[in-house]
């Protein structure tokens, strides 16, 4: 099996996909990729430009390759392209667990992704992902923003705090990171209940679990809620002003799933009235938020730049994933974290 490296990664790790003992062929050019901006960047440096010959031999490694670790350039429509050009491509090993939403701005055809498989990253950034959770419910249980307010002011008052025992969680998506989510949040002590879109869950850590039909019935017993949930038709505005004035005022809001999940502008209207308490935020409806969005400015929320995912052991993982699905290829087995071409995860 012809494998090329399409994205950046580090030395080590391909040198980990030669010497894994499966009949790999490595395509693998360092000079025809970007330098990566950070660990587990794929896109690489914006100024990266490869000259006319490395053009030519950078479209000559795709075509040869059966195999691809990485979307070029981490792009839709590279991808596009190149489903469209190349007739020896069979398999895509996509970088990112949502790279569903690539494929679909990509316009794949059905037939394309029945003839080449894409597979996504889904379950290489569920830990941190899911520790980034735990922080957000850590910091508004335990008033961090008061904490840094009155540490600035040089203030030393004395007042308690909240804890996360015996407080129900309501986790809205329960694929990878919505399960590593219920098993730290049960290491604190805390009840957790989930929604998913088929009512049913194998998680020993999830108390009760119900479909999303049924999401206005479980929303008034959530001291927090975490969105971990796609961006499909059906999930698109889910979280909106009657879904937050649902959940017992107070609550604690994080979304680590994508943000045209969540009205934000009732979201903001919550966070100011007292609804909730605080919102952590890895992503939001425009990324990143405009100027003079309050999102930037409320002392209640955390506002991350969709980088909670981001972790130094990122690449490492993916190809942990990749070894795994190149060893299901070999043997013609159903390959994990397959794209659904109808809801595009």
């Known amino acids: 099996m012809r494998v090329a490296i399409a994205v950046p990664i580090e030395a080590e790790l391909v040198e980990r996909i030669r010497s894994s003992g499966l009949e ?29 010959d490395q053009e030519r031999r950078w479209q000559e490694m795709l075509h040869g390759a059966e195999i691809l670790l990485g979307m070029p350039g981490d792009d ?32 794949l055809e059905p037939d394309v992704l029945e003839r ?8 290489v950034h569920a830990v941190p992902l899911a520790e980034f959770c735990l922080m957000g419910l850590l910091a508004f249980t335990k008033n961090l923003p008061r904490m840094l307010e009155d540490q600035r002011a040089r203030r030393w008052p004395e007042y308690p705090s909240g804890e996360l025992r015996d407080q129900t ?14 098993r730290l949040a049960r290491a604190f002590g805390m009840r957790v209940i989930a929604v998913n879109r088929r009512g049913a869950t194998d998680s020993d ?36 002003e009657q879904a937050l004035r649902s959940m017992k005022r107070g609550a604690i809001l994080v979304n680590v799933g994508r943000g045209a999940v969540l009205d934000e502008r009732a979201l903001i209207e919550c966070l100011g009235d007292g609804q909730l308490t605080g919102a952590a935020l890895d992503v939001t409806t425009r990324e990143p938020p405009l100027p003079d969005s309050p999102l930037w400015e409320l002392p209640n929320v955390l506002l991350s730049p969709h980088t909670a995912a981001l972790s130094f052991r990122e690449n490492e993982r993916i190809v942990d994933l990749f070894l795994e699905n190149c060893r299901r290829f070999e043997a013609g087995e159903e390959l994990l974290n397959r794209i659904d071409p109808q809801h595009y995860y």
Do not use: C
């Open 24 to 52: 790999l062929e490595v395509l693998w050019e360092p000079d025809l990729l970007p330098r990566a901006r950070y660990p587990g960047n794929h896109q690489g440096a914006d100024e990266f430009k490869r000259s006319p």
């Open 205 to 240: 850590d999830v108390e009760t679990v119900v479909s999303v039909d049924r999401l206005s019935e479980v929303l008034p017993e959530a001291d927090a809620v975490v969105i971990s949930l796609p961006l499909t038709e059906e999930t698109r505005g889910l979280v909106d």
């Open 76 to 107: 839709a429509r590279q991808l596009a392209a190149l489903t469209q050009t190349s007739e020896r491509l069979r398999w895509v090993q996509a970088m990112a667990a949502g790279a569903g939403q690539q494929v679909r701005a990509a316009g």
């Open 169 to 182: 969680l309501l986790i809205l998506g329960l694929g990878k990171i919505g399960e590593e989510v219920a």
């Open 116 to 123: 080449v498989a894409i597979t996504t990253a889904s379950g």
